[in-house]
């Protein structure tokens, strides 16, 4: 039986979700490029991951507040998060999750 790989990208479909029983309601994705992101952890920074799962290790882009959408890198989490010294900390170990935990963190 002759098995072929398609490969299905955002600009050939409509939508794409998966029911999450932790965070009750369907994850929907938001398109991009050549894959699609998932709300991961919302807050003043919110991560976005290529995974379909809360709270996810597998985060790959941040916005802060209503601004873009941007890779996530070192660079792009200490501008976002200039002053708050605990959250840079965790960046510099390379904690980019715990550093997003730590900015969004009431203060």
């Known amino acids: 039986m002759n098995k072929k790989k398609v490969e299905i990208t955002p600009s050939q479909t409509k939508e794409i979700s998966r029911e999450s029983y932790v965070a009750k309601k369907p994850l929907v994705g938001i398109p991009a490029d050549s894959c699609w992101l998932f709300l991961s952890i919302q807050g003043k920074i919110t991560a976005y991951a290529y995974v379909a799962e809360v709270n996810s290790e597998y985060l790959i882009a941040v916005k802060k507040y209503d601004g873009p959408i941007v890779k996530i ?29 730590e900015y969004n963190r009431p203060k």
């Open 73 to 101: 890198t070192e660079a792009s989490l200490k501008e976002m998060m200039q002053g708050d010294e605990k959250a840079l900390k965790q960046i510099e170990k390379k904690r980019f999750k715990k550093a997003i935990e």
